[in-house]
């Protein structure tokens, strides 16, 4: 089995280096990888480890001020490959009017990062898909553990949204 450590909230954060230092305790964590793994930390520290591995890269962040939960990877969610041709076309039409139309009627605990902080600047921008996709799987986990079971229906509905 594999295992992904997460982090408990997007407000606990760790510098770059402090990583480097704490990959250290993990072999199959390299020192070099720490730039990707932090740029791209948006819910998920690392995937694909082996328990005694994540036992000891949680062991060594958390000495260095980052507090992560421990998860069987089998325990998150997958998303549906995404489906290109659903792109939003806006022409003529207010952006601003539509964003805040969107942000109103999303619950705060389930609204990404992008669109929490599209009204600040500078404009928030994700590093990547991967870490835009990532965020999304941390907050499905969010949802299905806080909802205890009632998240799975959140996931289901998203999957037949656009699968």
Known sequence: MSYALLQRSFDDTI??????????AVPS???????????????????ALEREEALAFQ??????????????ESELPVLANPVRRMAMHFDGVNWWVV??????????????????????YPWFVYPSERAFEEEIV?????????????????LEQFRNLVG
């Open 15 to 24: 510098d770059r280096r402090a990583m480097e230092e704490a990959s250290v």
């Open 138 to 154: 941390w907050r499905f986990y969010r949802l299905m553990r806080n909802q205890r079971g009632g998240g799975q229906e959140i």
């Open 29 to 47: 964590v390299a020192r070099a990888d720490c730039a990707l793994l932090h740029r791209e930390l948006f819910g998920i520290v690392v995937q």
């Open 99 to 120: 964003v805040q139309v969107v942000r109103a009627a999303i619950p705060a605990e389930r609204m990404n990062r992008g669109l929490e902080r599209c009204d600040q």
């Open 59 to 72: 062991a060594a962040l958390r000495m260095r001020g980052l507090d992560t939960e421990l998860v069987e």
